[in-house]
């Protein structure tokens, strides 16, 4: 079956430091890839090369057949990828409602079914209450579940999660949990980076280990736990 | 001296909504594009230009120029975005490139003013311009007047873009986070073209309104409009456009009562006193919330 998503070879570099040295990746739809590797393996300069934030010196990315490196950002959401930042990128003087309808402000659909589909979103992930809050009145949990819900909204087809549970509180982990599973029920594909090993073994299909800007193992969580590489590259 | 009092505060809060909608023009290029216009008060003197020359081609008064000079400027805004934006924002430093781009733009506009125009100054004539409404012990020239509640609905306008339309509330994000608006599919260069004809449409109205306010235009008054445009934004807070609102009235206000107290010739020092001051105690302005970027 031809992969949702595909990277081929891809470099990119910082000055001398290779950030992705040759990775080579297929995304099959409506699964959950994790990649993990220690600090500074690439992970996230892979989503920002996905999304089009840095172009790659070398190598291809397809996605449903079309080429993606040379598109500018705002094309590359247009197709169907959306993205939750580390550090969450919420407005923080615009409304949460605002804030969740941020990625179909071009829509043709009706600006009133959209808020209401933002308001049941809200609702459904317990922030009916903070609809007409700033977005600076949430909490990092709450800004991150904010990015899933634009994600969602936007009806995204391949959603890049860059550690969404990193400082968030159990509760709402389990409502990121929650939430994941029911996209995935809705056909949504998910390339998940973090370091909460526990999210990742719940959550996905197929693990990636970064190292270096390279990938050294790949497979189940088993595989994974017994490899001689991934156990090296965290442990030293 | 409380009738004078009285008056100097009428006046200044008329002044401050001019100086207002000025900087508010101003502070949406800054905020969206980091595009620090320093040629914003030679534009202004050019709509003051061409507000004259509608006059004397057509007969035009100041407001029936808004109606011509408006459009005009807002195709000049794209053009200008069209030749500057990328190569401004490819550059190192995009606010110091923008810097001196327009202050090369400000050396040409007012070359060009006095090569067309010549160094007199000139007036247009205005049906009520010698009138003015009397309230108690208070008179108000028609004119400002005018002005004054045109900028303000000017303003409402704006407002409501900002806050009400899905491309205000784009623009408002840009501000706040310009890489963000992007990965959510909005096409932040197609919104700062707006912007940038929005921001000189703006200019074109205040430049009408000048000549409405005050008797005479000259060339070189453009560098004055721009430093109050930069007190007024500095004050109110650098990329919040309503700040710019609240910066002018502070301006219009601390220009006008102090005249009162002092020669006319020193109020500009009160503003300077008053914007040193705030910088020194709240350099992010009235209404923003961080003192460097945003």
């Given at each position: 079956m031809e992969p949702l998503l595909n990277v081929k070879n891809l470099e990119k570099s910082f000055g001398g430091v290779k950030a992705l040295d040759g990775i080579s990746l297929a995304i099959q739809e409506n699964s959950v890839t994790a990649v993990i590797g220690p600090n500074g393996?690439?992970?996230?300069?892979?989503?920002?090369?996905?999304?089009?934030?840095?172009?790659?010196?070398?190598?291809?990315?397809?996605?449903?057949?079309?080429?993606?490196?040379?598109?500018?950002?705002?094309?590359?959401?247009?197709?169907?990828?959306?993205?939750?930042?580390?550090?969450?990128?919420?407005?923080?003087?615009i409304s949460v409602i605002d804030n969740v309808l941020a990625p179909v402000l071009r829509s043709r659909k009706s600006p009133a079914r959209l808020r209401e589909q933002a308001v049941q979103l809200l609702k459904r992930v317990g922030m009916g209450d903070l609809a007409q809050h700033g977005?600076?009145?949430?909490?990092?949990?709450?800004?991150?579940?904010?990015?899933?819900?634009?994600?969602?909204?936007?009806?995204?087809?391949?959603?890049?999660?860059?550690?969404?549970?990193?400082?968030?509180?159990?509760?709402?982990?389990?409502?990121?949990?929650?939430?994941?599973?029911?996209?995935?029920?809705?056909?949504?594909?998910?390339?998940?980076?973090?370091?909460?090993?526990?999210?990742?073994?719940a959550l996905s299909d197929k693990i990636v280990v970064f190292d270096l800007g390279r990938i050294i193992a790949q497979g189940k969580e088993q595989e994974i736990k017994s490899d001689k590489r991934v156990i090296d590259a965290y442990l030293g | 001296m409380h009738e004078l009092l009285l008056m100097a505060v009428i006046s200044g809060i008329l002044m401050g909504i001019?100086?207002?909608?000025?900087?508010?023009?101003?502070?949406?290029?800054?905020?969206?594009?980091?595009?620090?216009?320093?040629?914003?008060?030679?534009?202004m003197m050019l709509g003051a230009y061409m507000a004259f020359t509608l006059n004397r081609l057509w007969g035009l008064n100041s407001l029936e120029s808004i109606f011509v000079v408006l459009p005009l400027f807002f195709i000049l805004g794209l053009l200008l975005h069209a030749l500057f934006y990328e190569r401004i924002q490819q550059s190192d430093d995009p606010e110091i490139a923008s810097f001196l781009t327009f202050f090369g733009i400000s050396l040409v506009i007012t070359s060009v003013i006095l090569l067309i125009w010549k160094a007199d100054p000139r007036g247009v004539p205005f049906p009520f311009s010698r009138v003015s409404w009397i309230?108690?012990?208070?008179?108000?020239?028609?004119?400002?007047?005018?002005?004054?509640?045109?900028?303000?609905?000017?303003?409402?306008?704006?407002?409501?873009?900002?806050?009400?339309?899905?491309?205000?509330?784009?623009?408002?994000?840009?501000?706040?986070?310009?890489?963000?608006?992007?990965?959510?599919?909005?096409?932040?260069?197609?919104?700062?073209?707006?912007?940038?004809?929005?921001?000189?449409?703006?200019?074109?109205?205040?430049?009408?309104?000048?000549?409405?306010?005050?008797p005479a235009i000259t060339p070189v008054q453009g560098q004055t409009y721009t430093t109050i445009a930069f007190l007024v934004i500095v004050l109110g807070g650098l990329g919040t456009p309503l700040g710019a609102l609240l910066g002018g009235l502070v301006y219009g206000l601390a220009e006008s009562v102090s005249s009162v107290f002092m020669p006319v010739a020193l109020s500009p020092v009160v503003a300077f006193v008053i914007l040193i001051l705030m910088v020194m105690v709240r350099p992010q302005g009235l209404l923003g919330k961080v003192s460097t970027r945003i």
């Open positions: 393996s690439g992970k996230t300069t892979l989503l920002n090369c996905i999304n089009g934030i840095y172009v790659p010196e070398k190598g291809s990315i397809t996605y449903r057949g079309k080429p993606l490196v040379g598109r500018k950002p705002h094309e590359i959401a247009a197709l169907g990828i959306g993205r939750t930042f580390q550090v969450a990128r919420v407005f923080k003087k977005g600076g009145d949430l909490s990092g949990g709450q800004q991150k579940l904010i990015e899933l819900l634009r994600a969602w909204i936007a009806e995204s087809d391949l959603i890049l999660l860059d550690e969404p549970f990193a400082g968030v509180h159990p509760a709402l982990k389990a409502r990121f949990y929650g939430e994941i599973r029911e996209m995935r029920r809705m056909g949504k594909t998910f390339v998940l980076i973090s370091h909460d090993m526990k999210s990742v073994y | 001019i100086y207002g909608l000025i900087g508010i023009g101003m502070n949406i290029l800054y905020g969206v594009m980091r595009i620090v216009n320093f040629a914003h008060g030679e534009f309230i108690g012990p208070v008179f108000l020239p028609l004119g400002r007047l005018i002005s004054a509640g045109v900028c303000a609905l000017a303003i409402g306008i704006i407002s409501v873009f900002l806050y009400r339309t899905y491309t205000g509330k784009a623009v408002r994000a840009i501000i706040e986070n310009r890489d963000a608006v992007s990965i959510l599919g909005i096409d932040v260069r197609r919104v700062s073209a707006l912007v940038f004809g929005i921001g000189l449409s703006i200019v074109a109205i205040t430049g009408c309104l000048v000549t409405l306010s005050f």
